[in-house]
Nanobody, 123 residues
Framework: HVQLVESGGGSVQAGGSLRLSCKYS????????MGWFRQAPGEGREGVAK???????WYADSAKGRFTISKDIVNNNLYLQMISLKPEDTAMYYC??????????????????WGQGTQVTVS
């Protein structure tokens, strides 16, 4: 049973930083892709960053140079370090997971497991 629980969201001023965390369970012994999606008000969900089982990473153009995805396999945590935040980064951020050695594409339907989300507001 896969569970993903996000934390670390909040309200910050433009230019500030946040680190999102995702505590995961149920996938420790199998290869999984993990990542972060976000959904801004009135918009669809978009992929932000992904990390494959062996560590290959992908970032959306909007995240490159500002966001860093990482995982702690000892403590079962996924992180998203965000710096130089902009108002357009305001969104609900979701931790996602998909089984397999490599990551799926950019569609939310390709990720069967989702957390409940954590809100990030940049003003």
């Amino acid at each position: 049973h896969v569970q993903l629980v996000e934390s670390g969201g909040g309200s910050v001023q433009a230019g500030g930083s946040l680190r999102l965390s995702c505590k995961y369970s149920g996938i420790t012994y199998n290869p999984y892709c993990m990542g972060w999606f976000r959904q801004a008000p009135g918009e669809g969900r978009e992929g932000v960053a992904k990390i494959a089982h062996y560590g290959n990473v992908w970032y959306a153009d909007s995240a490159k140079g500002r966001f860093t995805i990482s995982k702690d396999i000892v403590n079962n945590n996924l992180y998203l370090q965000m710096i130089s935040l902009k108002p357009e980064d305001t969104a609900m951020y979701y931790c996602v997971a998909a089984p397999g050695t490599w990551c799926p594409g950019r569609f939310e339907s390709e990720y069967p497991y989702w957390g409940q989300g954590t809100q990030v507001t940049v003003s």
